[in-house]
């Protein structure tokens, strides 16, 4: 496992907005963002397939959160807007191997991942 380098993170009020950048290695068929709040398990939250530039985001913040990518620096951006509470967690980037229809979703079979970085939203 090789660490990414991810940054971002922040204390924000509800409502506020964040943006969590993460450069991935040249070639990453998969590239995705995780999340683990207190006493939760980790969960997907969005993913982007390079391979069919298929992406997938949770339903937990469809419709607040989008991908975008910057094809020259490698890099995947997850922009969060109209944050919750709940969205309080520590976000993972990761990168892999991945096949399209796990790419996202589950937490398995990648490569790469970063150390995590802090969102907390408060009410």
């Known amino acids: 496992q090789v660490e990414l380098v991810e940054s971002g993170g922040g204390s924000v009020q509800a409502g506020g907005s964040l943006r969590l950048s993460c450069d991935y290695p040249?070639?990453?068929?998969?590239i995705s963002w995780f999340r683990q709040a207190p006493e939760k398990e980790r969960e997907g939250v969005a993913g982007f397939y390079s391979g069919i530039g298929r992406t997938y985001i949770s339903d937990s913040v469809k419709g607040r959160f989008t991908l975008s990518r910057d094809n020259a620096r490698n890099t995947l951006y997850l922009q969060m807007d109209s944050l919750k509470p709940e969205d309080t967690a520590i976000y993972y980037c990761?990168?892999?191997?991945?096949?399209?229809?796990?790419?996202?979703?589950?937490?398995?079979?990648?490569?790469?991942w970063g150390q995590g970085t802090q969102v907390t939203v408060t009410s």
């Open positions: 990761a990168a892999g191997p991945i096949r399209w229809t796990r790419c996202g979703g589950e937490i398995d079979g990648y490569d790469y």
């Open positions: 040249d070639g990453s068929a998969c």
